[in-house]
C-alpha cells in the first residue's frame, strides 16, 4: 500500500495510506509528489492545492468520516478531515462539494487542529527520495 507523508512547518507529520485500488485520482496525486503548497483551514479540515488534476469519480461523496482523505476537483486541491466543517449537518465533516476519496489518515486526525492557515507543507511518497 502507498503512503503519502505530508509534513507541515509546524513539526506536524502526516501519512495517508492511500486507497489499495489504483483510480485515476490516486495515480494522478501518485505522479505529482513531491510537491510543496500552503495550508488551508475551513472548520476541522485541512486542505491544499496540488499540482494533480482529476475529475469526479462515480464513489465520489461529500459526507466524510474523521480521518478521510480526499481531492477536491473543484480546486484541485487535498481535503484532510478530523471533525465538522462550515456546511455539516451533523457530527461528520462535510466537504463543500463531492470530493474523490483517496485515503486515511494514519493515526490521529485530531492533530491536524495544530495546523493553520499559511502553513507551508511538502508532499511526498513512502520511501521516494
Given amino acids: 500500500m502507498s503512503r503519502l507523508i505530508i509534513e507541515f ?16 485520482t490516486v495515480d494522478a496525486l501518485k505522479n505529482a509528489v513531491p510537491f510543496a503548497a500552503s495550508a488551508s483551514r475551513w472548520g476541522d479540515e485541512v486542505y491544499f492545492e496540488t499540482p494533480a488534476s482529476a475529475t469526479l469519480e462515480d464513489d465520489a461523496r461529500e459526507v466524510m468520516e474523521p480521518g478521510e482523505v480526499a481531492y477536491w476537483p473543484d480546486g484541485k486541491a487535498l481535503a484532510l478531515f478530523f471533525g465538522r466543517t462550515p456546511v455539516s449537518t451533523d457530527d461528520k465533516p462535510r466537504a463543500y462539494s463531492p470530493c474523490n476519496i483517496v485515503g486515511r489518515i494514519a493515526g490521529d ?8 492557515s499559511g502553513t507551508a507543507v511538502k508532499v511526498s511518497i513512502e520511501g521516494q527520495s
Avoid at 512547518?9 to 485515476?24: A, F, H, I, K, Y
Avoid at 486526525?109 to 493553520?116: E, G, I, M, N, Y
Fill in 9 to 24: 512547518s509546524n513539526g506536524l507529520m502526516t501519512v495517508v495510506e492511500l486507497r489499495s485500488e489504483d483510480t485515476p
Fill in 109 to 116: 486526525p485530531v492533530a491536524l487542529k495544530s495546523v493553520s
